[in-house]
């Protein structure tokens, strides 16, 4: 048997379109999980899915709001129909915002409740009975370091990640006596398309010189590689990891705890 084997096991994955999902649904097909990639922009979901079925993975795409209990609801059901089980939750799908209070409308603040912390709370309601019913079933919420110092300009970004991370603890402890287990992982910068999107509308022209300024903000001296989150996340799932749950795990290049 391989390290941090999936095999079988049935895992929903919310944002897995692109970035750290896109990683992280290419990474558990190719532990052997049946993915379920949910995903709000159904063209960029079907490509993933389209891709990893191609190479072999087992994956099937699900067109999902995650603010919207609706449908989060009834994809779960279809998912536990189809399957007979819900082995995994990765709740990834997320949005971000810059800037201070006082420039955050309550537009901006509503949007960012709504798919950060709304969007999580819906998609464990969704699952949770399911994990219960068979006494078994893992939940891993994607929270930041913005959860754990205060970042500039962050405000409502910020705010839902430490609602994410207080989640994730007091999921943990309702439900030990169903051996379900929730974690959360807390990455800092990580290059995807956000990042180079960011940099590109922001920083015309200096591109380069901006991602070298930003990368270095870890004291490591660079960002996460998606794939490097997607690994720490399918340990976490696997039965290896059976003794670990209620924490939050920074994968971060030392920014927490090294920065001066």
């Given at each position: 048997m391989k390290a941090f084997d999936l095999t079988d096991k049935v895992a929903i994955i919310t944002g897995g379109g692109s970035g750290i999902g896109e990683q992280m649904c290419r990474v558990f097909a190719e532990a052997g999980a049946y993915v379920q990639l949910m995903e709000f922009n159904a063209e960029k979901g079907q490509a993933v899915a389209d891709s990893i079925s191609d190479q072999g993975?087992?994956?099937?795409?699900?067109?999902?709001?995650?603010?919207?209990?609706?449908?989060?609801?009834?994809?779960?059901?279809?998912?536990?129909?189809?399957?007979?089980?819900?082995?995994?939750?990765?709740?990834?799908?997320?949005?971000s915002h810059i800037g201070k209070l006082h420039e955050t409308s309550e537009a901006d603040f509503d949007r960012i409740y709504q798919v950060n912390i709304?969007?999580?709370?819906?998609?464990?309601?969704?699952?949770?009975?399911?994990?219960?019913?068979?006494?078994?079933?893992?939940?891993?919420?994607?929270?930041s370091v913005a959860s754990m110092v205060g970042l500039p300009d962050r405000f409502a970004y910020s705010t839902s990640k430490g609602a994410v991370e207080l989640m994730t603890y007091t999921v943990a402890r309702d439900y030990l006596e169903y051996n379900i287990r929730c974690n959360s992982i807390a990455p800092a910068r990580v290059h995807t398309p956000f990042v180079d999107n960011y940099l590109k509308q922001h920083y015309p022209g200096q591109e380069q010189e901006m991602y070298e300024q930003l990368s270095k903000t870890?004291?490591?001296?660079?960002?996460?590689?998606p794939v490097e989150i997607a690994n720490l996340a399918r340990y976490l799932c696997?039965?290896?990891?059976?003794?670990?749950?209620?924490?939050?795990?920074p994968i971060d290049g030392g920014f927490v705890n090294l920065n001066t």
């Open positions: 993975g087992k994956v099937k795409f699900r067109s999902v709001d995650v603010s919207n209990q609706q449908q989060v609801q009834a994809s779960c059901q279809e998912v536990f129909a189809e399957t007979g089980r819900i082995d995994i939750l990765i709740n990834n799908a997320g949005i709304k969007g999580v709370y819906n998609c464990m309601y969704g699952v949770i009975p399911f994990m219960m019913e068979q006494k078994n079933g893992v939940i891993i919420n994607m929270g870890q004291p490591i001296g660079r960002m996460a590689k696997s039965d290896e990891a059976s003794f670990l749950t209620g924490t939050n795990y």
